[in-house]
């Protein structure tokens, strides 16, 4: 049995959410196009991965990790970097800067934990039921 946070349904739901979130966070205050991309290339490999694995697990995981590992390092970026200013002025947007910080800082956790539990999965499934 796959961990919840291995399983594809949640890569798909993830990916999903992450695109749509900010794009609605950046609705009518759009901001230079790669940082807009960086969030949906990330959402579109959860998603990708996340197809394959449903599909096969076993040859789809590989893309599901790329996703994650993807992911995981985008939102690496993204929390230090609105921490990092968290004390100046608030940007733009209709989300306060201190809860937008606990978001991403929620979803850099869960993306880590995707990562780790999908590479945990992949291990298991190596190893087999009957080794130790």
């Known amino acids: ?30 901001p230079f196009l790669p940082f807009l991309l960086d969030d949906w290339i990330a959402g579109l490999l959860l998603v990708h991965g996340a197809v394959r694995a449903r599909r096969d697990w076993a040859t789809g995981r590989p893309y599901q990790v790329a996703g994650w590992g993807f992911t ?33 800082g929620v979803l850099f956790a869960l993306a880590l934990t995707g990562l780790g539990s999908t590479l945990l999965a992949a291990r298991v499934a190596a190893m087999g039921p009957d080794d130790p």
Not at 2 to 30: K, Q, V, Y
Not at 77 to 104: K, N, R, Y
């Open 1 to 30: 049995m796959i961990n919840m946070l291995a399983n594809p349904s949640f890569a798909l739901g993830f990916g999903i959410f992450l695109a749509l979130a900010e794009t609605c966070r950046r609705w009518g205050d759009w």
């Open 72 to 104: 995981s390092g985008m939102m690496y970026m993204s929390f230090f970097g609105h921490l990092e200013h968290l004390s100046q002025p608030p940007e733009g947007g209709w989300v306060p800067h201190g809860a937008l910080v606990g978001i991403i």
